[in-house]
């Protein structure tokens, strides 16, 4: 019996051996509905004066919207994030739900982290990891327990969370290892255990150069880590793969840069190169290094999955099929 995209994508996230047909695929974001299918979001200051009857027909658009996104596209992850609030997130995967069922796998946010501040906030904490660094370790983990306890009524109607606080520039991180260690790991570890304690999937995003913490996140134990940003210094699949391949799924390795400034050769060899080296024994999920954009020429983006569609393919051993 073929597997529905839920269960090709829970294959993938478990590390199980790859089944035969296409490699998943999904995207964090995807802000091209209205190049693609004529029809656009509800966001932002839409919901800031919306009547309770308004702001439910919008949800029911958004649930749908979604859902004709993924069969357009053969998504198996659908990630949440057009809702107004956590309420209104709920509403939105119920919509999804009875829509579909349990077709794709739903994913919403939920990291609770220290990322990369802002560039008016980065001072001060930085400082503040100096200065006071028992009162921001007191804060972290505080915030870890406060987004778990905030997360139980979402794992209701949604199968994982996507942990999107950013961790590095395109150099390297922006804490240093040592740092990292004290001030991230202990809380990304507590915290994904709390997810998986409730049968929840996690997908640990972070854009950037993380060669230098890659091993730390991994041994917190995420089903996956997207977005293996190969533009970034040292970022590279095939390295990454044959590091962590047997310890975590593999989301991403698609560079939004190409997609935006390089030639459809480049585009080609590189979705060639992510294939070639992210698919073999399976936990691979293809998709870009963060999100499709606006702005971006959806032609560009179609044709990654027409790549996709031509190389992305497991055999009935599950061995990916040849790419030249």
Known sequence: MELTPRERAVVALELRPPVPGLVPTFELEFQLTEELLGKSWHEGEEWKDASP????????????????????????????????????????????????????????????????????????????????????????????????????????????????????????????????????????????????????????????????????IVSCRPHAIHSIDMQAKEMDIKVIKELYGKEVCLIGGVQCSLLQTGTEEEIIENCKYVLKYGMPGGGYIYSTSNVAFKGLPLERYMLILEMRKKYGWYDEEGRPCPIP
Do not use: W
Not at 107 to 121: E, F, K, L, Q, R
């Open 53 to 216: 009857a308004e702001r439910d027909r919008m949800l029911h658009e958004n649930a749908e919207l979604y859902v004709q996104v993924a069969e357009e596209l053969d998504y198996s992850i659908l990630m949440l994030t057009y809702a107004p609030d956590e309420e209104g997130l709920y509403r939105l995967a119920s919509y999804i739900r009875q829509l579909v069922g349990d077709r794709y796998l739903l994913v919403c946010h939920g990291d609770a982290t220290y990322g990369i501040p802002s560039g008016g906030d980065m001072m001060d904490f930085v400082v503040d990891l100096f200065e006071r660094p028992d009162e921001m370790k007191r804060e972290a983990e505080r915030r870890v327990k406060e987004r778990l306890e905030r997360s139980k009524r979402l794992r209701e109607v949604v199968d994982g969370f996507a942990l999107c606080a950013d961790y590095a520039f395109n150099y390297g991180p922006f804490l240093s290892p040592k740092m990292f260690s004290e001030f991230v790991t202990p809380f990304l570890a507590e915290l994904i255990e709390g997810y998986r304690n409730m049968g929840a999937y996690v997908i640990k995003h972070t854009d950037g150069n993380i060669m230098p913490i890659l091993d730390q």
